[in-house]
């Protein structure tokens, strides 16, 4: 090429017949795969697209041929919002049923994430249209006094997408810390001691009851100092709940049992007397979408 290359988007006709290893301008590699030289710019700043030469005197950009179906792959990926993490190691990945998967496992992941959106959008409009009662109703809410007991706990600062691998996994471990400790002595609850959303990441304290507080003190001062344990004395509380199912307790579904049992406390008269907290009484993994799992609870004193 004996003429002086040009970082504009105007290929000038330069490139058209260049093979895959054959240098193109900015211009005419922007041309060739239909995208601007601001994107091409823009790929090269984010790492998806570098060109394979820049001048140190003139800070010209060029690009092979080669480099055009990848350009139109980043292209391609950004119109689906994939993050840029995720583009870079599917562009990166050469085996092309191993992209596949890639790609389909972020769809899969972009396809929860609207049916939750979707669900939530449902539940506003209602909120919004007055219509909150009418959602309370499907939620029974009733009484239960619970014993003091001793607890095995982990404590974290968490967001609400973050709770469905947090809470099985240390409830997990606690479960198996049980049989050093007397073994368990109730259903494994989560206490939340303020807002978890996507904004708030509360503090959450995983809870599983056990038998023998002195075997879980001693539990708990051989392993402190990695996870936030510890053993504490749960206070005897007197519950108001409604149980919900394993498909009910997805984050935004869960929100509406939450409202319903605060909507109850408020009419009936009770008053909050500690924080909430949501009780695992069943096997998660053997139960279906609409098998009851859970109780999700408020503890309540007379206002």
């Known amino acids: ?31 060739r795969a239909r995208l601007s030289a601001k994107a091409l710019r823009l790929y090269d700043r ?12 003139s800070g010209y950009r060029y690009y092979r041929a080669g480099q055009v179906e990848r350009a139109r792959l980043v292209a391609l990926l950004r119109q689906l919002d994939m993050p840029l993490a995720r583009i870079a190691a599917l562009v990166e990945t050469s085996d092309g049923y191993a992209a596949g998967d890639l790609l389909a496992a ?25 219509r909150s009662s009418e959602m309370h109703e499907k939620f029974e809410v009733q009484l239960v006094d619970v014993p003091g007991q001793v607890v095995v706990t982990e404590t974290r600062h968490t967001l609400a ?26 259903a494994p609850f ?28 001693a539990w708990s001062a051989a392993r402190g100092g990695g996870r936030q344990v510890r053993v504490r004395v749960e206070p005897a509380r007197r519950l108001a709940y409604t149980r919900i199912t394993k498909a009910q307790v997805a984050h935004p579904q869960i929100l509406a049992p939450y409202e319903a049992v605060e ?29 009851p799992v859970c109780d999700v609870a408020f503890p309540v004193k007379r206002a």
């Open 1 to 31: 090429m004996d003429a002086v290359p040009v970082d504009t988007g105007d290929d000038g006709g330069a490139g058209d017949g260049a093979g895959e290893g054959e240098l193109l301008t900015i211009g005419a590699f922007a041309a």
């Open 190 to 217: 989560v206490v939340y001691y303020s807002a978890v959303s996507m904004e708030s990441d509360g503090p959450a304290e995983a809870c599983v009851p056990v038998g023998d507080e002195a075997a879980a003190r």
């Open 263 to 291: 909507a109850w406390m408020k009419r009936e008269g009770w008053d909050y007397d500690g924080p909430c907290r949501e009780v695992y009484f069943a096997d998660w993994d053997a139960a279906g979408a609409e098998d």
């Open 161 to 186: 997408d973050e709770l469905p691998v947090w809470i099985p996994a240390s409830l997990g471990r606690l479960t198996g810390a049980a049989g050093e400790c007397g073994g368990m002595a109730g």
């Open 46 to 57: 984010l790492g998806l697209l570098a060109p394979v030469h820049v001048d140190e005197v």
């Open 106 to 130: 972020y769809w899969d992941d972009v396809e929860t994430r609207f049916a939750a959106q979707r669900t939530l959008a449902v539940y506003l409009r209602a909120r919004l249209s007055g």
